[in-house]
């Protein structure tokens, strides 16, 4: 039985294009941000709304690919753990940052659609349980490799 569990699953759309960096050991990494909604009624039958920004990060392949293939606008899934860090900034002020550090992205919306590259990735494997054909899978087949959190581009 697992001592501890960490994964987030969040289900919206990116607010900007991913950006694609290496490390100084030549690993790739992209980070991009996906907004979520969330509706609801408050005890006075008004509705409302709030946005929430979450910040992923895809390492290697899985990085590449989110990169060449994801666009501003594209709706995905992200499957991944939580991970949360902390640094001095230049200003000597403590910084923190919580993201989900993606092992899974899939791709929603279809081809074709705004915001959405019209190719598909080729090296991808489609989604078994994806309610519809056109979704793309793309998964970090290596999320065992050690990550150094100090070389982290950004």
């Known amino acids: 039985m697992a001592k501890s569990f960490n994964q987030a699953i969040i289900m919206g759309n ?14 790739q990494v992209a980070s ?5 909604n969330r509706v609801w009624n408050d005890p ?3 509705r409302k709304e709030a946005v ?3 910040e ?6 899985l990085g590449e690919l989110a990169a060449q293939y994801l666009a501003k606008g594209r709706k995905v899934m992200v499957i991944g753990r939580l991970q949360t860090r902390q640094w001095d ?13 993606a092992t899974d992205v899939n ?7 705004a915001g959405a590259q019209s190719a598909a990735p080729a090296p991808a494997q489609r989604s078994n349980n994806s309610p519809k054909s ?16 100090d070389d982290i581009p950004f």
């Open 52 to 54: 929430e920004y979450h």
């Open 32 to 36: 991009f941000s996906v907004a979520t």
């Open 107 to 113: 791709f929603l919306d279809a081809r074709g659609e």
């Open 14 to 27: 990116l607010t900007r294009d991913p950006e694609l960096r290496s490390t100084p050991g030549g690993q």
């Open 89 to 101: 900034a230049q200003d000597g002020s403590k910084r923190q940052r919580t993201e989900i550090v």
């Open 134 to 149: 056109d979704d793309v899978v793309i998964s970090d087949l290596d999320s065992d490799s050690s990550i150094n959190l």
């Open 44 to 46: 006075s039958g008004e």
């Open 56 to 61: 992923i990060v895809a390492w290697g392949k």
